[in-house]
Structures are given as C-alpha cells and as structure tokens.
Antibody
Framework: EVQLVESGGGLVQPGGSLRLSCAAS????????MHWVRQAPGKGLVWVSR????????RYADFVEGRFTISRDTAKNTLYLQLNSLRVDDTAVYFC????????????WGQGTLVTVSS | SYELTQPPSVSVSPGQTVSITCSGE??????VCWYQQKSGQSPVKVIY???KRPSGIPERFSGSNSGNTATLTISGTQAMDEADYHC?????????FGGGTKLTVL
C-alpha cells in the first residue's frame, strides 16, 4: 500500500526550529518530484518547496526567504523539511505530496502535520 | 509572481449545476488541475490536464480552460460535493494554487 506519513509538527516559539519528516512506503521517493504544501487554518493550499527526483535540485516559494531546507534520506525513504526562524504566520498544516503535476491523473498526499508558532 | 484567483465561496442547490472559476494571465497556455478537499482531509484531484477526470471521479465533474479562466463544473450537484475546491498550475517551475473556493450545497 502506498502511504506518506508526516511527523515532527508541534508548538514552537517564534524564531524557533522544527524538522518535519515524511516517511514513504509502497514506493520509492527517488522516482518522484517531492513537494511540501502548507495550509493555514481556514485558508487555501500554498506550495512551499520542491525536491527533484534525483535529489539534487530544489526550489522554494518566495516567502521561505532561506529559512527552510528540503532534503531526503534515500535509505530511509524519508523526505524532510527543516524549518528555521519560524514566524507566527508559518502556522499551518504541512503536507508532503508527490509530483503535483497538473498533467498527472493522481498523486500521493500525506495526512499532514500541524505546526503552531506561538509565544 | 503568477497568481490564480478563485471566488471565496459559491453555493448551489442539490441537483443543480455549479461552476467555479480560476483566473490567471494567459491561463489557457498552462495545464490546470482541480482538487476537492473535504473538512479535515487531504486534497483529492478531481480534474487534471484542464478537463480530464481521474479514475473513480464521477462524470458530473468536468473542466475547461480558455483565455484567462479555467472552470470546474459540477452537474447534478450532490450533498457529498460540499467541500473546498482548489485550482493548481505551474509557472516557471513553481507550483501555484488558487486561494480555494468553499462550495456550499444548500
């Protein structure tokens, strides 16, 4: 069964850090572009970052401003998002997802992990 | 940066047809997909490549893309279709989502 399971969310103070994990099973992350997408409470989906299938290319939304880093561990088949210098407006559910190509019939989404930035 | 604009909310009576728009500059030159997201759940793709339905998506869901506007149409809307709908496209290797539209079935 194909599955993506995020973890690592929680409550953190402004300026703090968290590392989100996305464990994949039933397929290899190396075969897909992988993305992080976030959704603030009651708001829409917002793309955060992408890691190319070869593991070398990355891309980030403008609002990241060098604070986040996407990476993966091929041996663990796990995707990561390191979140540094967190702000209150980074509060959101963070989803990992494959591909996100509008030409593809489907992709795999995780269930999301909630990051709350608050003092 | 490229933006996709959706109406915040739309309402429809059961059995009627409803359309949700997604506007962007020269959007017809991009491939657009649509996601349905029910409360507390992860998104599910209902339209890809402008007008294609993934396996398992009911025929009442259809899509189009012309000029600056992509449109998701639900014919014979059912109560189970009440959800948030998000359009998505790529621009210069970045993924762009619309702001999402809350569909209420009255």
């Amino acid at each position: 069964e194909v599955q993506l399971v995020e973890s690592g969310g929680g409550l953190v103070q402004p300026g703090g850090s968290l590392r989100l994990s996305c464990a994949a099973s039933g397929f290899s992350l190396s075969n897909y572009y992988m993305h992080w997408v976030r959704q603030a409470p009651g708001k829409g989906l917002v793309w955060v970052s992408r890691l190319d299938s070869d593991g070398s290319g990355t891309r980030y939304a403008d609002f990241v401003e060098g604070r986040f880093t996407i990476s993966r561990d091929t041996a663990k088949n796990t995707l990561y998002l390191q979140l540094n210098s967190l702000r209150v407006d980074d509060t959101a559910v963070y989803f990992c997802v494959t591909d996100l190509k509008p030409t593809a019939a489907s992709e795999y989404w995780g269930q999301g992990t909630l990051v709350t930035v608050s003092s | 940066s490229y933006e996709l604009t959706q109406p915040p909310s739309v309402s429809v009576s059961p059995g009627q047809t409803v359309s949700i728009t997604c506007s962007g500059e020269n959007l017809e030159n991009k491939n657009v997909c649509w996601y349905q997201q029910k409360s507390g759940q992860s998104p599910v793709k209902v339209i890809y490549r402008d007008n294609k339905r993934p396996s398992g998506i009911p025929e009442r869901f259809s899509g189009s893309n012309s000029g600056n506007t992509a449109t998701l149409t639900i014919s014979g809307t059912q109560a189970m279709d009440e959800a948030d709908y998000h359009c998505q496209a790529w621009d210069q290797s970045s993924v762009i989502f619309g702001g999402g539209t809350k569909l209420t079935v009255l």
